[in-house]
Structures are given as C-alpha cells and as structure tokens.
C-alpha cells in the first residue's frame, strides 16, 4: 500500500501521509463525503476531489498489482522469470506496459512461427538476423523438412520471417517506441462505406476526414466511431498520410532503428526488409490501429462522462425557489394540460386536467380552474413544464394570473426532462399509487422548481438530458460517476431528516436503500425526528452507519439547535467548551460572528480534534443552516416569441443554459428548440472549455445569429456587441450544426454542431463557407 500511496500522492501533489490515512478510512468503511467533511484532521484537508480521484486510482492500482503478482507467478512457473524481467515487471507503471512485458510468454493458440521453430528453422532466422551477408535463398537449402510442409527455398524462408516478426511483435520496448510514435504523429482516417453513401448522410463530414489522433476531441471521436459501429464508416490509424503506399514508412524505420539494421546491398537486405515490412502491416499496424482506437474510446467516454457529471453537479445545486405552494403544469395540447398543487413541504394537494388547446379549446373553462386553483391553495409559484405546448400554457397562466385581484403567483418555465421518465418508475407508483401516470409528472414539475435536488435525485441520471454521447459509453462507468455527483451534491446541501423521501435518504452517506425506507417507516409509525440520537432506533441503521450519515442529517425545530447544523454529534462536547469560553448560551453563539471570532481556538484543541476541525465547527455556528447553492433567479422569456419561426436574426434574448458540451452551449430560449452558443462565441478571450464560462442553469443574454426554421437550427452568440454579418464571409460563429452530433445532447438533431480544430488564439468562425451562405440565405429573406 506504501507504494501506491506515494504514487497517489505525487500525481495529486499532496503527502503520503495524507494519502496512506485516506485509505485507511476508506477501507474502514468511510465514505468521500465524510472524510472530506469530517476527518479532515486525518487527512490534513485533502477535499472531495482528491478523495474521489484517490478512490478511483485506488482501485486501478490494486487491479494492476494483482495482475503484476499473477503474472509474476505464471512466468517463474514456466522457469523464464530473470531478474532484468521481475525488475521491469515490478517497475510497470499501468496496465498496457504490464501485458507487453507478458506477451512473450503468455498462452498462445499455434502459430506459424511457433510451427516453423518446430520444424527446426530457428537457427536459419538467427544466422539471416545477425549476418546480413549470408544469402538467404543458399542458407535456406539446408532447412527442407518436406515432411512439415517446407519443401523449398521460400516455404522455408517464409518460416524464417515469421520467427522473426513474432519475435519482434513480442517486443516490449519496440511496442511502446512504436505506441509513442502513432499517438504523437499518426492520424485518425475516415471515410464513407461506399454502397451506404447515401444512407450516411448525416456523417457526411466525415466522409473523407483526417485528423491528428492526440488532438481529436472526444464529441467528434464518439460520433466517428458511433457512424463505424452503424456501418457507415471506415476508421483507420495512418501513420504516414499523403505517403506513397508503397514507401518505407516511419514506423517500419523506427523497428530497423531499434533493431540497428542498416540495411543497404547486402545479400540479406531484401529479406529482412521484407520480415520489417511484414511485421509491421500484417502485426503491429493492425494490433495498434486496435489498441489506439480502443483507447481513443476510452479517453472520449472519460471526457463525455466528466461533462455530464459537470452539468449534473450544476443543476443539481441549482438554486431552489423554497417551500412554497406551487402549481405545477404538465402542458400538452391533444391531450391537454396537467395540473397538481403541492404544499410547501410539496404534499399533494389536488390534481386536475384542463384542456385549453386545440382541439378542445375550452380557453376559459381552463383559465376559470386555474384561478380557482390559485385562490383555494393561496399558490405562490407556478411551474409551468417546458415541453410541446409550454409557450401557449404560459400564455394562458399569465392571463389567470391578470384575474387575480391578490395574492398573485410568479410564473416560471422549468425543464421537464426526465419527469415523464420519474412518473412510470416504481418510485413514483409508491408514493402515488392511485394517480394517474401523466398527473404524476405536473408533480414532479412542481416540485422540482421548489428543490431541484430534492426531486432531480429520484430519476436516473441519465434521463435528465444534459449529457454528450450518453448512450455511447460505458454505461457502468457513467452511472458510477453520476452517483458519485449525486452523494457530493447531497451531502453537500445536507437532508431534512423528516421530510426526505427514500430516495434522498438513499444518497447519504452511510446509507443504503433499505435503511432510507427503515427511516421513512420509522417515521411514519413514530411521528417526526426530534433529534438525531432517535436514528439509532431505525432497523439495520448500527453505528457505523450513525457515524458517517448523522452529520449530513438535519433535524429543524428539534430538542438540539445543533441538530439543524452540519456540526456533527461527536463533536458536540466542542461546543459546550465553545459556549463556556465565550460565556453564552447555544442560542446566543449560533450566527454571532463578532463573539465567534473572539475564540482561543488553541484552547479548543485536544487530541481529538484539531484546528481544522476546529474551525469548520466555527464555521458552522456563524452560518448553522447555511445552503451552498445559489439565491433563486429566473429568465424571462421575450413575449410573442413562442416558436422558432418568430425568431430573427439579430433579436437580442433571454435564456437558459440547458445543456454544456465541449463545443459550446445549448439555450432554452422558449421555442421549443435550444440554441447553440458556439464555444467561438461565448466571449471574446480564448476558451479552451465552455464550462469555464457558463453552466446548466445559467441565465444568460444571447443574441440570434442564424435560424434555419425548416431543419429547426438556432444559431446564438453571446458576443452581444458583434455585428451581425452583412456579407458571408464577415460570419462570426462557427460551423453549422449537424446531425450526428444531436445526439450529444439528448435534444433534437438541430441543436448541435461540429466543431473543428482552429489554430488561433482567439476563437475564430471560418470565413465562408455552409454557414456564410446560411447567413446570405437569411439576409435575402430579411431584405424581402
């Protein structure tokens, strides 16, 4: 363990000791919200992400250990195991570096190499390898063995080759020159299947692309191996592109470099030039092409999953509108619109169905009900959902709200991703067994805008819709991420033990699905939690359990003060010496900030707890129902602007990020169809990723830029000052968008783009070109 936890510690520049004492709490059981929260003394402040970076090295490492030993052990049974080896065994830093070494002496199924050392050819490939000057044809005659299939000079020759290649193929130190190479020099090939040419339209820009492999992104790598997996393109690993196929590549110069074979006119020349040449397109390309595509894979699966967590983290921690009774509206147009009025705690009030709209269109009937609503529960917010009719239902909201003489609601759009998803799942049949499906998500609505943790927390992640390439990666590793943001953002607001549903219960640390419910059971049969000690009751809930949730739990108008904090119970004797130095009572010291800071916190130390520990506990008085996200803000939506056709070129809007990608910005403008803020467009300063500008949840002024309302394409920009083009070539965002990258955002098709590579300091469009002529288009129609 010592060595992993000085590897660990170097890659996050922190001290072993540090390092060794997270492990050592992680493998009692600790979880990464608790020790960031509550052990910092133990880990001298390593915080949430060292912790989960720890944890997932942690586990990698030890993976390849036990690798390192089976291996190890595998080689010195077969007797081969030499102390050079065992010390570049032992000395492999990752997992590729560990099998190359193995390939050598790993299982293999009979190959013709192997057939031809049987047939006792070895030696000739010996001579011919280390003598040059030998001719291969004469040496060759000595080596028929017409019983084992080599008759003749180049059978024999043949056997001699391949000796050679697998004897060069299991070449630890020559794979990895050879890997080093492609990844700094080769470049990533596509082309269209050519009888699926007209099929694959939507891959049409990757029909003839190539591009260096170490600088594809990972949104344009997952569409091109997306369009490969559907049959409609070809990948390949050039090494050498616009090389004559014929030539003497590269990669086969670095394979005689590594071997010294300066080959010019000797008589063994062309042989061992064609065992090269052999080697390397019949093996190494091909296993490599292999190997950096999988890893290419890898490395865009890792980066889409670290932008959905990213988005994730922002809406979850997006500000909450608060306990107030709210209207949600699930809005539809055939099938008309669903109401359901939440309390503040969010308990269903009533549910109803109207139908504004066409066909139906009972406008007043349904305006006359939402009053009715209003007036009976005193509603203070409406959530209206952001689906197919939410213009026209907000329209009809604002024209309920005008009738109301007091007490009038503020109305919001709210994104319903995922609601009707939460609305069929088992959880939502628990908690509303008797409501029909399409009522349940107008509850969701509305209690999502009341606390979108609270609600976001009780739907799959992945449904939620600010994810890139979702369905393409590895589904285990992103709902392993996804969790792992969820039980951070969770324990970072903290959980009101008597009002959380099982499934926020489920997301705190310490806790498992069925001590959420025992807790719920509890307290239905029980009443309320007047403080935490009564969580020692719950069934299954021992005190390891206690240990690592109890802090996060939160305990409002209970027995403690303390117990609505953060502050954990087993720090509670700190807080008697606290309010002894300073001579007050709990009450007084809670938000005192002048008297707080009076503290001798050197008096406060003692072998427990330190000064860290110390002063998050300061902290947590100051501010002892503190809240880490955001004062609630909302966008306004510009009136009569409902649908894409009632955009123009150059209106200037106000909106929501919805989704970030790493090639820019998605903005629900009330349309029904985001918009795509291009990363070129985001400011005027370099940007190398969108998050560092915006987030899911900002609002944000954008200005339009391009509106294809045929294939339902919105171009924005927030560079508000930039004018809008007046020729093509004077465009100023970037490449239109395409198909294939849609479903980077789970969104229709329209919303998204594809990016390429600029070589400027500054964000820049392409002068002309599809989208220059998409202005010209628009500027034409204006000028009608």
Known sequence: MTCIAEQIA???????????????????????????????????GLDDNHLRHLEQRLTYLRELNDRRKVILATIEQQDKLTPTLAKQINAADNKTRLEDLYLPYRPKRKTKGQMAITAGIAPLADKLFNNWQLDPEVEAKAYFNKEQGYADEKQVLDGACY?????????????????????????????????????????????????????????????????????????????????????????????????????????????????????????FSLSLET??????????????????????????????????VTLGLDPGLRTGCKLAVVDSTG????????????????????????????????????????????RESDKLIAEAIQELETGKPNKLIVSEAGASVYSASELAAKEFPELDVSLRGAVSIARRLQDPLAELVKIDPKAIGVGQYQHDVSQSQLSQSLDNVIEDCVNAVGV???????????????????MAYNIVAYRDENGRFNNRKELKKVARLGPKAFEQAAGFLRIRDGENLLDASGVHPETYPVIDKIIKQLNIDLATALGNSEKLHQLDISALTDSNFGELTIKDIIAELEKPDRDPRPEFKTATFKEGINTISDLQVGMVLEGVISNVANFGAFVDVGVHQDGLVHISSLTNKFVSDPHEVVKAGDIVKVKVVEVDAHRKRISLTMRLDDAIPTKPQQATTNYKPNKHEAKAHKAKPSQHTNTKPTKAKVNKAPANGAMGNAFADALAKLKK
């Open 163 to 283: 000796i050679l290649i697998e004897r060069m193929i299991e070449d630890a130190d020559l794979l990895q020159k050879l890997r080093r190479h492609l990844l700094q020099q080769a470049h990533l090939t596509s082309s269209v299947v050519k009888t699926k040419q007209a099929d694959a339209v939507k891959y049409r820009d990757y029909f003839e692309h190539s591009e260096l492999l170490k600088h594809v992104p990972s949104h344009r790598a997952l569409a091109m191996l997306r369009g490969r997996n559907e049959g409609f393109l070809q990948l390949a690993i050039n090494v050498d592109p616009g090389q004559e196929a014929n030539g003497y590549s590269s990669a086969e110069q670095i394979i005689s470099d590594h071997y010294r074979l300066n080959l010019t006119q000797q008589a063994g020349a062309a042989f061992l030039t064609k065992v090269v040449q052999w080697a390397w397109k019949l093996k």
């Open 291 to 324: 190997e950096l595509l999988g890893q290419l894979r890898e490395k865009a699966e890792a980066e889409s999953i670290k932008v959905f967590a990213k988005n994730l983290k922002d809406l979850l921690l997006a500000a909450p509108a608060g306990a107030k």
């Open 347 to 390: 308990k269903l009030l009533q549910t109803v169905t109207i139908f504004p709209h066409a066909p139906q269109n009972n406008w007043e009937k349904s305006k006359r009900t939402i009053v009715n609503l209003c007036k009976q529960h005193k509603v203070e917010l409406i959530a209206i959902g952001n689906g197919t009719g939410s």
């Open 10 to 44: 170097q890659e996050l520049g922190v001290k072993t000791s540090q390092i060794n004492a997270a492990i050592n709490l992680l493998d009692d059981g600790a979880t990464v919200p608790f020790i960031a929260r509550y052990r910092k003394e133990a880990t001298n």
């Open 496 to 514: 009101d033990l008597n009002s959380a549903s099982t499934a926020l219960l489920t997301r705190v640390a310490g806790l498992n699905k069925t």
